[in-house]
């Protein structure tokens, strides 16, 4: 993954794809689901996150309890702990998220330290199987120039739906 060109064309780009995601909170295209889902599963077969892992050099996930309990409990340190060393409140009572970027579970190859325990919200990242799709219209906006998965899905569906659709472009 050439991230330096994916920060370039995500720059360029992001607005309006922003802005067809927004329009999808009002219009959402007859059998829109089907298309994300096909239009998903080929980009996936062209992506490899191994290759880019930018969302673990740039986000942060958000820690449930529950991750907080698990992860802890492999480090066999208290909770308390594991918040001191690693983590800070997030912007939502009661959230936790990393106080540094990139993830200190990161690996110089790009794969995740604790893959088996991760963050159940790293585990859903790119959230693109959520349903319906554009109920994560805020999720997307806020992804689309971090995360090349999502750029290339909402780039290939604001192309076939402005194609196939009575859609005003954007
Ligand atoms: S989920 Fe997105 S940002 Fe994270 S590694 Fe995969 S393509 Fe990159
Ligand atoms: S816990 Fe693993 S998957 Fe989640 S951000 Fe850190 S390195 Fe990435």
């Not at 959402?28 to 992506?47: G, H």
Request: charged fraction near 30%.
């Amino acid at each position: 993954m050439d991230l330096a060109r994916f920060n370039r064309l995500a720059q360029r780009n992001r607005s309006r794809l922003r802005a067809f995601l927004r329009k999808l909170d009002d219009l959402v295209p007859e059998d829109f689901q089907p298309l994300v889902d096909a239009t998903d599963r080929q980009v996936w077969q062209e992506i490899d996150c191994t290759t880019c892992a930018n969302c673990c050099k740039k986000m942060t996930p958000t820690y449930t309890k529950d991750d907080l309990q698990r992860i802890a409990q492999h480090f066999r340190m208290p909770v308390k702990l594991f918040k001191e060393k690693w983590l800070k409140p997030g912007d939502t009572a009661g959230e936790w998220v990393n106080r540094d970027t990139p993830c200190q579970f990161l690996q110089p190859d790009n794969r995740c330290g604790i893959y088996a325990i991760r963050p159940l919200d790293c585990a859903e990242f790119p959230h693109h199987n959520k349903q319906p799709f554009d109920e994560w219209n805020d999720t997307f906006i806020g992804n689309v120039d971090k995360c090349p998965a999502t750029y290339e899905l909402v780039s290939r569906l604001k192309a076939q739906v402005e194609a196939g659709w009575e859609f005003p472009e954007t």
